[in-house]
Structures are given as structure tokens and as C-alpha cells.
């Protein structure tokens, strides 16, 4: 009994002397300062992270639309692409109805509708994925898939594409749980051939096989930080059972894949000649899963994305559309920068189709447009600001004149 009066705390050092009580344990001891100073802790992180739910669910309440109202929201912000929108709204419906009836009738168990947009740069697929999670209001992350590589190598497991998602939201995972994946550059990690690899492909197979377990459907460790996992790392586990998972990629070259197998090139009297000019510009249309294996996707891969869909190349009248008609266009943009500064901009018909004609020719989409839109107009934007300019008129002459003398009119036509 002489030895309990030099029993102390194991946590603040108090003597038995100094405390009311001094509970015991196992291998050591706590004073009753210590066990309320504890409480107050873990009330703390209790409500810190309820308020992060709570917060994530009031900030993601999910607002399912039918798909004509989601294909007519599209069209107020991309122009064209009616056969792309229209498989993107039914797929991204049949999902999100099929996230909110879980129920298993007469063994009837609705699986999940991945989707894989192919489409040239600058055409809209990474648009299209981000304005369906904005009219959703579900969270959404779009990752590279370029910087996903095999287990064991450097670069980023392709369970870090679920910490960009969980950081949009809050880490709040019930909203993760239901967000958007847009996976692009899908096409950057096919295999190098068409046969089986025998040996590790770090950046290709390799990462198409780790892609597999998510896209179906799974419980996931996720790094919080994003990176390598490690043992020692605080994971959070994320079922993406309900995730939906986009892949966008220009696939280029698989135009070629396809010309082998619909065989376009018929010959004879009877051949309509522009119908056969139409195809070979849109040849996209006839894509089917057979092509992208054949591009390099292993078909493990495309049997967990069933929805395929492809975007057409741009013309000179979607192009122009596209610089005037959508809410977000970019002459409206360009008309709200200068009314910031008290300055009224118009731009010239002919303008409009110069900047078109020079986007066609450096095949450089709707990316382009903003490019050209830039080199035209940078120099008003550097001297006007502060002036007593009012009003700018952008002439033809003058779009010539400033394109010729950006760094743009240098690029080879292709």
C-alpha cells in the first residue's frame, strides 16, 4: 500500500495527492482533469465532422430531370452534338433513377451505364460532362488519365481520381458516393498493341485493369491527399457502386480502324458523292466497342463502359454559332470584359468569319476560337483600360492586322 502515494497521471504527471481521483488501467493512469479535457476533444471532432455532412448534403441535393430536360439545357450551352447530348441525357438518367430505386424487383438489378465520349479536341466533351453534374447538382472531378500508372511505379495510383472528388465536395462521401467522374485523355492509356501484354505496361494495361474494380462498382481506400498509397496513411473507403464514370478521349487514328470496317471507299456509277464525303468527315458515327478494342482498350474495360457515343467534327456554321448563340459564347464574354471597364465592343460580321475560316484551318475546334478571339483582341484590352474610350469597333482590317502580328498567324496550316 506505500507504493499508492507515488502513483501519478500518465497523461498531465499530477500525483495521487493533487487529484480527486485516479482511475486506473492496465499500464497506467488518468485524473479526472484529463478525462473531461478528452471529452471535450472528441466532442469537438464529432461535431466538426457532422458539420461536414451536413454541410456536403445541404450544398449536393441531387435534382434528377428527365432526359429531354437535360438535352435542352445542353443545347442552351453547346451548340450541335444532338446524337452525343441525346445518349448523354438518357444514360445519365437511367443512372441517377437508378441510384434512387435500390430495390431488387423479381431479381431484376439495374447495372451501371458508364459512358465513353470519342471525340476531336475541341468538340465539347469535357463541357458536355460539366454542365449535366451542374444541372444535377451532383459533386464532379475531371481527371488526366495520363498520370495513372501501374501499381509499384511512379506516378499516381487511379484511386487518387476519388480524392478530387471527395475534395469538391468537402470530403462529404455520401455526395461523392453519387457524383461525376470525368475520366479524359482515355485514349493516352491504351495498350501498344493488340495483343495481351506478357510483361508490365506501366502507363497502358496496366492502369485499364486498376481502372476495372472502380468503374463496376467497389469499396475503395482512398488517399485523402491524393498520391501513393501507403500503410501507414489514414485512408477513407468510397463505394463507387454509384458513381458515374465518363471517359472522353480524340482516339486519334481510329478513324482509320473504323474506314477498314465499314469500307468506304466503294467505288462505282451508282455512288452518291456527297453522301460518301459526309461519311468520311463523320466517320465517327459508325464507332462501335469493336474499333476501340481494336484501338487498344482491353475489353474487360469496355464491358464497364457500354455507353459509346461520339461527337462530330466542327464546322464553319457550328463554329460560328458557337461564338454568338450559347449563354456562355465567347463575344458575350468578351462584350461583359470591356463593360467592366465602361468600354462598348462590337465586332463585325466578317470578323466573326475570319475567326472562323482561321479556326477551320488549324483544326484547332472551339479551343481555337478563344485563341484567335485573344491575338485580335490583346492589345485593345493592354491600351483601352483607364482610357476615355467608350467604344471599341472591331473592323475587319483591324482583326487582319492584330492576327498578323500574333505569335498564332505563325502556325503551319495542317
Request: charged share 25%; hydrophobic share 40%.
Amino acid at each position: 500500500m506505500a507504493k499508492q502515494t507515488n502513483l501519478n497521471c500518465s497523461f498531465c504527471g499530477r500525483t495521487r495527492e493533487e487529484v480527486k481521483i485516479l482511475i486506473a488501467g492496465q499500464d497506467g493512469h488518468i485524473c479526472e482533469n484529463c478525462v473531461e479535457h478528452a471529452q471535450e476533444i472528441i466532442g469537438q471532432e464529432l461535431n466538426s465532422k457532422n458539420d461536414i455532412a451536413a454541410s456536403g448534403s445541404s450544398n449536393f441535393k441531387l435534382n434528377i430531370r428527365k432526359p429531354k430536360e437535360i438535352k435542352q439545357f445542353l443545347d442552351e450551352y453547346i451548340i450541335g452534338q444532338d446524337d452525343a447530348k441525346k445518349v448523354l441525357s438518357v444514360a445519365v438518367y437511367n443512372h441517377y433513377k437508378r441510384v434512387n430505386n435500390k430495390q431488387i424487383v423479381d431479381d431484376v438489378e439495374i447495372e451501371k451505364s458508364n459512358i465513353v465520349m470519342i471525340g476531336e479536341t475541341g468538340t465539347g466533351k469535357t463541357l458536355l460532362a460539366k454542365s449535366v453534374a451542374r444541372l444535377l447538382n451532383v459533386p464532379f472531378a475531371i481527371v488526366d488519365a495520363t498520370v495513372f500508372t501501374e501499381a509499384g511505379y511512379v506516378g499516381e495510383d487511379v484511386e487518387s481520381m476519388l480524392t478530387r472528388l471527395l475534395q469538391n465536395c468537402n470530403y462529404d462521401v455520401p455526395s461523392a458516393e453519387r457524383g461525376i467522374v470525368y475520366v479524359d485523355e482515355i485514349d493516352k492509356i491504351a495498350r501498344k498493341g493488340d495483343n495481351p501484354s506478357i510483361t508490365r505496361d506501366v502507363s497502358g494495361e496496366g492502369v485499364q485493369q486498376g481502372l476495372l474494380k472502380m468503374l463496376e462498382g467497389t469499396e475503395v481506400l482512398v488517399p485523402p491527399q491524393g498520391g501513393r498509397k501507403h500503410p501507414e496513411q489514414k485512408m477513407i473507403k468510397v463505394d463507387t457502386k454509384n458513381i458515374l464514370f465518363i471517359c472522353g478521349g480524340a482516339f486519334d487514328g481510329i478513324d482509320k480502324v473504323i474506314a477498314r470496317r465499314v469500307n468506304t471507299n466503294a467505288i462505282g456509277f451508282s455512288i452518291n458523292k456527297d453522301e460518301q464525303e459526309y461519311q468520311r468527315k463523320n466517320i465517327l458515327q459508325f464507332i462501335n466497342a469493336q474499333d476501340l478494342k481494336s484501338f487498344g482498350l482491353i475489353p474487360e474495360l469496355l464491358g464497364r463502359l457500354p455507353v459509346i457515343t461520339h461527337l462530330d467534327p466542327l464546322d464553319a456554321d457550328t463554329l460560328r454559332s458557337i461564338l454568338t448563340v450559347p449563354k456562355n459564347s465567347l463575344m458575350k464574354q468578351y462584350i461583359r470584359l470591356f463593360e467592366l471597364e465602361g468600354i462598348k465592343l462590337e465586332v463585325e460580321e466578317d470578323v466573326l468569319d475570319f475567326m472562323v475560316t482561321k479556326a477551320l484551318e488549324y483544326k484547332l475546334g472551339a479551343r481555337g476560337l478563344r485563341s484567335i478571339c485573344e491575338s485580335i483582341l490583346t492589345d485593345a484590352m493592354f491600351e483601352l483600360p483607364g482610357s476615355n474610350t467608350a467604344k471599341l469597333r472591331v473592323t475587319l482590317d483591324y482583326a487582319i492586322k492584330m492576327f498578323g502580328k500574333s505569335k498564332l498567324s505563325a502556325l503551319k496550316v495542317a
